[in-house]
T-cell receptor, first 113, second 110 residues
Framework: GQQLNQSPQSMFIQEGEDVSMNCTSS?????WLWYKQDPGEGPVLLIA?????ELTSNGRLTAQFGITRKDSFLNISASIPSDVGIYFC?????????????FGKGTKLSVKP | EADIYQTPRYLVIGTGKKITLECSQT?????MYWYQQDPGMELHLIHY???????EKGDLSSESTVSRIRTEHFPLTLESARPSHTSQYLC?????????FGSGTRLTVV
């Protein structure tokens, strides 16, 4: 089945630093999504991308839909302690997997004050 | 306000008991999903539904079962809980913008 490779697996950064994480796939996706999961909660949608090359920002977060439609990245600028959590990328290809989202394995972010 | 609700949030139960985890959504979504997740780990799809009377098994084999008698309701049942079922169970419903997740049920089987 389709798989997403998300990296890095975990990050330990200092408050104020910028963060970058990415996802790659062997298949083309029509949609890329980025979620954040706080400890003990369900994932929450941060950014949705629907067009190749699309660059979208949400506050300190910026995500891009790769031009090849096989990758996406998420950047967080000037990290703060509440950025701690697990970030999941997800992709969707309506032509395969019956339109279900395929999730990456997550990037665990730790921020030192 | 449109949302998705899971109950209970936490459940500690003895081995062999039958349990049902509840999930309800008010968004009118046809697609609903159950994921199993160990703390800090990846999401594993165990069941999904594309509408009333539709249920499918996900990528991860699970001893649980699901039903979809009403659009808004997608409960998950374990007939005989075992310690290996200890995990977090997340319910989600799918719209055009992606999935909306519930807060999860943290299940501990002792």
């Amino acid at each position: 089945g389709q798989q997403l490779n998300q990296s890095p697996q975990s990050m330990f950064i200092q408050e104020g630093e910028d963060v970058s994480m990415n996802c790659t796939s062997s298949s083309i996706f029509n949609t890329w999504l980025w979620y954040k999961q706080d400890p003990g909660e369900g994932p929450v949608l941060l950014i949705a991308l629907y067009k190749a090359g699309e660059l979208t920002s949400n506050g300190r977060l910026t995500a891009q839909f790769g031009i090849t439609r096989k990758d996406s990245f998420l950047n967080i600028s000037a990290s703060i302690p509440s950025d701690v959590g697990i970030y999941f990328c997800a992709g969707r290809n309506y032509g395969g997997s019956q339109g279900n989202l395929i999730f990456g394995k997550g990037t665990k972010l730790s921020v030192k004050p | 306000e449109a949302d998705i609700y899971q109950t209970p949030r936490y459940l500690v139960i003895g081995t062999g008991k039958k349990i049902t985890l509840e999930c309800s959504q008010t968004m009118g979504h046809d697609k609903m999903y159950w994921y199993q997740q160990d703390p800090g780990m990846e999401l594993h799809l165990i069941h999904y539904s594309y509408g009333v009377n539709s249920t499918e098994k996900g990528d991860l084999s699970s001893e649980s079962t699901v039903s979809r008698i009403r659009t808004e309701h997608f409960p998950l049942t374990l007939e005989s809980a075992r310690p290996s079922h200890t995990s977090q169970y997340l319910c989600a419903s799918g719209g055009s913008m992606g999935y909306t997740f519930g807060s999860g049920t943290r299940l501990t089987v002792v």
